[in-house]
């Protein structure tokens, strides 16, 4: 049974940093992107950085040069480094995994697989 699970999410001021860490179970080896999005209450899910297998990365303009994404392909981990946070990066954080076209990396219709989410917030 395929298993994405995030952890890592907490409360923090703004200018503050946070690291989410996202365990995978049994991906299919077709699938070769692994990603974050975010959901802010009462918004649309929306991409915020995708890792292709071979550690090509992609970014929002809305978090690039404050988040980092990074993978361990050997102990099946995915990670969301966060710098900087500011309140409007507030919302549930989840990791996806699949197998997009790399233009497409940041649409949630590329995604198969989702983990439940880790909740973030920044206060300012």
């Known amino acids: 049974q395929v298993q994405l699970v995030e952890s890592g999410g907490g409360s923090v001021r703004s200018g503050g940093s946070l690291r989410l860490s996202c365990t995978t179970h049994?991906?299919?080896?077709?699938?070769?992107?692994l990603a974050w999005f975010r959901q802010a209450p009462g918004k649309e899910r929306e991409g915020v950085a995708a890792i292709s297998r071979g550690g090509s990365t992609t970014y929002a303009d809305s978090v690039k040069g404050r988040f980092t994404v990074s993978q361990v392909n050997a102990e099946n981990m995915l990670y969301l480094q966060m710098n900087n946070l500011k309140p409007e990066d507030t919302g549930m954080y989840f990791c996806a995994a699949g197998s997009p076209w790399w233009s497409q990396a940041l649409r949630r219709a590329s995604y198969n697989y989702w983990g439940q989410g880790t909740r973030v917030t920044v206060s300012s």
């Open positions: 049994r991906l299919p080896t077709s699938t070769y992107t």
